[in-house]
């Protein structure tokens, strides 16, 4: 009994930087008109960067919740770059080291309720180190955590994003790794 | 290195029924100006119901991917409401089941680059059959499932909805439940 929903009409709210916003009519399967209020997105890709054992995490202030966060490192995908080569180059600016590949891990759909942005995430098990690339006005701190420390913080609450929490869990249970 | 970015200015470009969206304007350590995209929700609560090892999937037509997806039960949470309280709400209003009490099981920042959306996820493993009561225009079918099963779809892609992902294989991961 799920249902299509028609579009109607479209309205552009806003055209910005990182996210445009829409609000649509859609006509549902019964004939009624509801609205639809979007924010599109281009994608984001984030890397499990794995080395000896540990995992990469990035600590940096996100302005929406006012405060620092735990994360994997991520990006927003370019227009027309493809989700790898995002994974690829967000990992060398943020952490320093370059991979020569990066596997797809897994694709989520970070909240279905009004976005339709993308995540990649992308294991990266070898990279070499070269040197942190940082935007202007980027900043974070990069730590290396073992897998069991990391489950301890999504336990505790201290890590909270859920790009990181998705990828850390499924790195664990292939891993047989348990708190 | 983590630096807080203090708010200059604030507009409010958009107020609607799930969404509002802010165009913020930010001071950054070392005095550049920056803006910022914010979309503000009043947040959501899930629902992790497991009924004799099985787990509750609602299957519902996304408008913002333009398809039907996989996830565990949830909903917005309304003003002035409490999560836990969402929490029991939309599991009887999407599966018809009655829970008296729900345990906070994981808080989720869905995606910390543009909203301050907050996700809580419960965890319900003791719940009554009465009867659904979905809104009037939302379609959604029930399904239960065992959680290896439910690993299998995260791993193919079948379920990419990030707070399923999460409550499934932190359950997953306390369980000991493998592929």
Sequence with gaps: MTSDEKTIKST?????????VDLDEVELAEGNIRKREIVHH????AILFIREGEVALAEQYRYAYKKVLIEIPAGKIEKGEEPKAC???ELEEETGYVADDAKLYLTIYPTPGYTDEIIYVYLVENAKFKSQKLDSGEYLNIKFMKITDVLRMIESGEICDSKSICALYKYANEHNLRL
């Design 42 to 45: 281009n994608g984001g890709a």
């Design 12 to 20: 552009r709210i806003y055209s910005g930087r990182i996210i445009d």
């Design 87 to 89: 994974a690829i180059r």
